[in-house]
């Protein structure tokens, strides 16, 4: 199946349109998640695309994208560019990654559905008031994406990653209250499995997909 990698910049000015005035008022990641859906308008259509969303030097809100469909031009509101996106990918080879990705871990008392858990927060309830908490945060941030990595065609380089960018979002989605944590993995690592890689990059891994998480974006090595 074919995909295409668009880059989007947001041409409207938030004080200027009242479409960004009213979503921005449910935060960010909110705004981001109505915003990309006016590019793949049809009542129903299941969500086939995913983004993610950056500052560019100027200070523009950018999106990258990657959908099973075009995205469909919105003159006033972005600037588009597209092109098909099918990875070539081959075993062995080196590739600097970046990855923002809502971290979770499933907590549970013996009898009790287990519940979702904010990775980082569960690691510093778990640390206490030890000297060393922030060492043990860092270190259950890293593992989390060292146990999955293979699952999505990977093997990292344990010394390349490194972390940032730990935000906690809060917003409303359809009369529900949203709450969810998103952190930015960079690294290089190894291509040990070409076809779940691509699954990877054209699926997204992890949750909150639909919030600007889970878009896995690669560079070769060189």
Partial sequence: MSHYFSRVQLTASPRDSELLIQLSRHGEAYRDHALIWQLFPGDGVPRDFLFRSERSASGAVVYYVISQRPPQPSPGLFSVQSKPYAPQLTEGEWLHFDLRVNPTVSRGAAGKKSQRHDVLMDAKRQAGSDDDAHARVDAAAQQWL???????????????LLTSGYTQHRLRHKGQRIEFSSLDYQGVAQVRDPLLLAAALTSGVGRARGFGCGLLLIKRVG
């Fill in 146 to 160: 060292l146990k999955r990595a293979a699952d999505w065609g990977l093997s990292i380089r344990e010394d390349s």
